[in-house]
């Protein structure tokens, strides 16, 4: 990156972008495969994306962007697979976080964080620290991180309060529910894109994405680029965002 163009912001005409973002980085593999490569040469390839995006994000002008780095399901995978992975993961934030720190981006961690390895929570712990009073854009990274977990864990942080007189049964709300969330105060993304065809969400962001819109692009994510994210803000501009009700051209007439 040059000098000259460390503070320039991306022309929005005709484009929406949103204040809340997810993206399910998917496809390392099949990057890889298409290569001749190994798959870890995929999450390589995937690493070095991220730091793109959250470049491309931060001057879009996204407040947030959450990122599905690894699930509660990966663990299934062959273990070399998730060992490589997690050094990856210490590899990257120990590597860019000057990039990162020059973006302004603060580095945050959603998941089921205690049952990482050591490593990776001490580069959890240095990466939060470090980053806190960055104010650009947040940098959500959701690791070991599964959706219903993530409400099951509310749910138990709740009946414990049930369990103690703190509140009764009736006293439950949705809000309740959403406040004893991971990451109570990132509001709900308004967008979620998934790269690599898939028409699923894999266990992100359940609770979170009632109401998010969703887009699709047959890019793996390794070459999900500028260009990709582009056109997902194109579109989303065209949405009708009814929330249940009526589209505001409706409301008019
Ligand atoms: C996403 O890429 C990375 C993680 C899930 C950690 P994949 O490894 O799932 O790539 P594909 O789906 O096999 O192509
Ligand atoms: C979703 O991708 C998880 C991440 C990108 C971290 P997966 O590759 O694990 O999802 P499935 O297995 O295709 O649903
Ligand atoms: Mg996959």
């Not at 006293?171 to 991971?182: A, F, P, V, W």
């Not at 690599?196 to 070459?223: H, I, K, T």
Request: aromatic letters at 10%.
């Amino acid at each position: 990156m040059s000098r000259s163009d460390k503070n320039k912001s991306y022309d929005t005409n005709g484009l929406k972008v949103p204040v809340s973002l997810g993206v399910i980085m998917d496809g390392n593999g099949r990057w890889a495969k298409k290569r001749f490569l190994p798959r870890s040469a995929g999450h390589r390839a995937g690493a070095e994306n991220l730091k793109e995006l959250c470049r491309n994000c931060g001057r879009y002008g996204v407040k947030y962007l959450t990122v599905y780095a690894f699930s509660t399901e990966n663990w299934s995978r062959p273990e070399d697979e998730v060992h490589q992975l997690m050094e990856l993961f210490v590899e990257f934030f120990n590597k860019y976080d000057p990039e990162l720190e020059e973006e302004g981006i603060r580095v945050r961690f959603s998941g089921d964080i205690d049952a990482l390895p050591e490593k990776v929570r001490q580069t959890i712990a240095i990466g939060e620290e470090r980053s806190k009073n960055r104010q650009k854009m947040q940098l959500i990274v959701a690791m070991n991180y599964g959706g219903r977990r993530e409400i099951e864990n509310a749910a138990r942080k709740i009946a414990l309060k049930v369990k103690s007189g703190q509140i009764e049964p009736e006293d439950i709300t949705e809000k309740m529910l959403s406040d004893n969330m991971y990451l109570p105060d990132v509001p709900d993304p308004e967008l979620i894109i998934r790269p690599s065809g898939e028409m699923r969400l894999s266990n992100f962001l359940l609770w979170e994405s009632a109401y998010s819109e969703l887009w699709v692009s047959d890019a793996l994510w390794p070459d999900f680029g500028y260009e990709e994210l582009t056109n997902a803000f194109r579109d989303y501009a065209r949405r009708d965002r009814r929330f249940g009700g009526l589209s505001s051209k409706e409301e008019e007439s």
